[in-house]
């Protein structure tokens, strides 16, 4: 989920300002981590320690208040009535890579993805776009081809993935629904030649760039094998503590 995690990062810098091009450079001085990264390491941590998601999110959302959430997410985090409020935002999907790495099948990862969207995003668009992730990190962990990923994607959940990211960049803004997310993010790393070359195609699209980058990093580290070292360094650099040692633990038992 590391790969997740680093391109919440590199996007971070780009969610208010919005760009149409590649060329940038990947840790800019302004990069932080965002509320992709604790609520990720949030689910991870759930899995880790076998808690229910609900708790483990919003324990760990709770410390680090400060972290971007969305408004109804907010009031969510803080309320004594927890109960979820039909979100189809992509908050479901920019937090559920680490199901796609820890589960064993892909009954166990559908399943788990719709349990850990419906404690906030339980509107079918968001389930949907939980499932559809977990399930890209799974298939492109246990050996299956672009192609193959393209196809099983389409087919489950309907989501258009034959477009191009060239067709995609000129009109796409910034979207925060899982359907204006999910397969934008999905298309970014199937278009790709590696690891950051599909961070770097999700933050060319101009959109929720932090998010984006969060779901074809997640994607991508699962079917390339590895994020670089040097951007394992950075990550460790950025997040606090906490989070780190969570990210470390949930990497040395599941990749």
């Known amino acids: ?28 001085p302004r990069r932080t981590f965002t509320d992709d ?9 759930a899995i880790l320690s076998g808690v229910p998601y609900v708790d483990s999110i919003r324990r760990i959302g709770r410390n ?21 409020y039909h979100s189809w935002g992509n908050g479901s999907a920019m937090r ?22 419906e404690i906030t995003h339980n509107h079918p668009e968001g389930v949907k776009g939980a499932q ?8 492109a962990r246990t050996g ?12 489950l959940f309907g989501y258009d993935l034959d477009r191009s990211l060239e067709s995609i960049r000129p009109s796409y803004a910034f979207d925060v629904s899982c359907q204006g997310t999910v397969p934008e993010a999905i298309i970014a790393f199937l278009d790709s030649i590696s690891w ?22 997640a994607v991508a580290e699962a079917y390339y094998g590895s994020v670089p070292a040097e951007i394992i360094a950075k990550v460790e650099e950025i997040l606090t503590p906490d989070l780190w040692l969570i990210t470390k633990r949930f990497r040395e038992k599941y990749r």
């Open 1 to 28: 989920m590391i790969g997740a995690i680093a391109g919440d990062i590199i996007g971070s810098v780009y969610e208010r300002r919005p760009i149409k091009t590649k060329d940038f450079p990947l840790f800019c």
């Open 37 to 45: 990264t604790v609520l990720t390491v949030a689910v991870a941590e």
């Open 64 to 84: 680090h208040p400060h972290a971007g959430y969305g408004g109804a997410f907010f009031q969510w985090l803080f309320a004594d009535d927890y109960r979820p």
């Open 96 to 117: 559920v890579s680490p199901v796609g790495f820890a589960f064993a099948s892909e009954g166990e990862v559908l399943d788990q993805a719709r349990m850990s969207a």
């Open 132 to 139: 559809a992730t977990a399930l890209a990190v799974f298939l």
């Open 144 to 155: 299956h081809g672009k192609e193959d990923i393209r196809v099983r994607l389409m087919t």
């Open 196 to 217: 950051e070359d599909a961070v770097r195609n999700a933050i060319s699209l101009g959109g929720d760039s932090d998010t984006l980058a969060c779901i074809a990093g």
